[in-house]
């Protein structure tokens, strides 16, 4: 246990740094973006757009940023934008939602899915699920008392401005740093303990309403733990041993395109300030939704127990 427990620390810390190398200088450039008057500008223009989820135009950059490149690039820029709790949930639904873009719609490819659909599939249902989001979370008049007091605040100089950004990112960049290494040392023992076969016939019954083939149950816990570019790997090697149908692994995409992660990304998230109820279970819901409405549209296969 302490070998497995040591492991999982080194492996966190060094994917600790790794983050922490691409958040720091993109959270810094964005807050020069904002003292220099270029993130007001793309507020403003953006502001129609995401008034319609609830969010400010500023909200834009997180999400284009998230969908181009990653989750820790979208987060480094929300925390520096100054989201309150009920923004900060909802942009991060639609980050989860839709991130990596480049990356993952062409390892979905890969694996036999059109990379278009998936594309526009994830962009779609992440502006759907905000704008419903904003529509069933109440908005909390403390936050708009706050937001006026932001807005309302004179311009500092840059040193001030500097030095504020670097005392507001410590607390949550530690947190995130936390987060990981636990996540690591979790995997570690539940490698070193054979935990990830209990998973998988605990968690079998529930693809069943989720509208996943047994087959599929493996790589789903693949998908939710070590994400999708990384688990990708996995997956085409399943296919290429011919142990999953072509059907089956174009329904598993559907689902893991819009819900993958869901511990590692949720919970850092959650260490911004997102409600962990409201990013998780959409992101489920959709996926059965899409999972089962394409079966019906697309395909039926042979084999769905």
């Excluded at 260490?271 to 996926?287: D, H, N, S, Y």
């Amino acid at each position: 246990m302490t070998a497995a427990i040591q492991t999982g620390i080194k492996k966190g810390f060094r994917a600790g740094i790794d983050l922490l190398k691409v958040m720091v200088p993109i959270s810094f450039i964005v807050e020069l973006l904002n003292w220099f008057g270029v993130l007001p500008i793309i507020s403003s223009l953006l502001e129609p757009l995401f008034s319609l989820f609830g969010l400010p135009g500023s909200a834009a950059l997180a999400f284009v940023t998230g969908a181009l490149l990653n989750c820790y690039s979208a987060i480094a820029i929300m925390i520096t934008i100054g989201l309150d709790g009920r923004e900060t949930t909802i942009l991060a639904l639609m980050v989860l939602i839709c991130h990596n873009l480049p990356v993952e719609a062409a390892v979905q490819k890969k694996c036999g899915s059109s990379a278009t659909f998936i594309v526009f599939y994830r962009i779609g249902s992440a502006f759907l699920a905000a704008f419903i989001l904003n529509l069933l979370m109440p908005v909390s008049a403390a936050a708009e008392i706050s937001k006026a007091a932001v807005d309302s605040t004179d311009k500092a100089t840059l040193l001030a401005t500097v030095t504020s950004w670097a005392i507001r990112q410590a607390p949550f960049l530690l947190k995130i740093m936390a987060i990981i290494i636990a996540l690591m040392i979790f995997n570690s023992l539940m490698e070193r303990y054979g935990g990830d076969k209990v998973l998988i016939k605990v968690l079998s019954p529930i693809l069943k309403p989720l509208g996943l083939p047994t087959s599929t149950a493996f790589l789903w816990i693949i998908a939710n733990t070590l994400g999708l570019a990384y688990g990708s790997s996995i997956i085409l090697a399943h296919r290429a041993e011919n142990r999953l149908s072509l059907d089956d692994i174009r329904i598993l995409n559907v689902s893991i395109a819009t819900c993958h992660s869901l511990l590692e990304d949720t919970l850092l998230f959650v260490a911004i300030g997102a409600a962990f109820f409201w990013i998780t279970i959409p992101r489920v819901i959709i996926a059965m939704a899409a999972v089962w409405i394409y079966r019906a549209v697309i395909t039926k296969p042979a084999d769905s127990n």
